[in-house]
């Protein structure tokens, strides 16, 4: 048994769309992106209220990098993730990781945008150094590219890095990263990634959060 608890736009993402590449059946429960995830029965499954969390076969998962890692060991055979005896193993891990660097700056900017209810809540100059940021990891994904994807061929390091894009361009336009664009846009046209984008309403009310200026 495979069960995915997972609130749209959110970290839980990337792994419902892993688990649509590895194409696998399983279980989908979506929560709303509130107190629900503090509660119980989720609290008992995940204490820290947050998701992902992944139950597959008695093993219970809550980082969405160990996720990746266990899914392609899981299911080698679809040949998203790299071993020890690859030459790409190391890069593998890295980029499977490096989408956390990423996500904790689109975090950031989401409780400030949207997460904070007033105006009086959120902080201007937050805002402006986590989108500097957040700019910073893109170059450093820009720099990377020596083929069509992360590494020599699509694997989970593109849905992670990928998702973690996917929030960046709420906060961060992509126009300056050429590379970085195309590479998303292949990845927006493969059907697992149409499948993992919420259906209906989900966390971000509109598609580009600019950051407020800075009072001189």
Known sequence: MIRLHHCPQTRSMRSLWLLYEVGV???????????????????????????????????????????????????PAVGLGRGPADAEWAAWLNWIHFAETISQHCAALTQQHVALRDDHMRSPIIMQLEAKRLVRTLGTVEAAFQADYLLSSFSAADVGVGQAVYMAAHFVKLEGFPKVAAWYGRLQERPAFQK???????LYAQSFYPAWDVAP
């Open 25 to 75: 059946d399983f279980e989908l429960v979506v929560y709303p992106f509130d107190k629900t995830l503090r509660e119980e029965p989720y609290r008992l499954l995940n204490p820290t209220g947050r998701v992902p969390t992944l139950e597959i076969d008695g093993v219970v998962l809550t980082e969405s990098g160990a996720i990746a890692q266990y899914l392609c060991a899981r299911f």
């Open 196 to 202: 993992a984008l919420p259906d209906g309403p989900g």
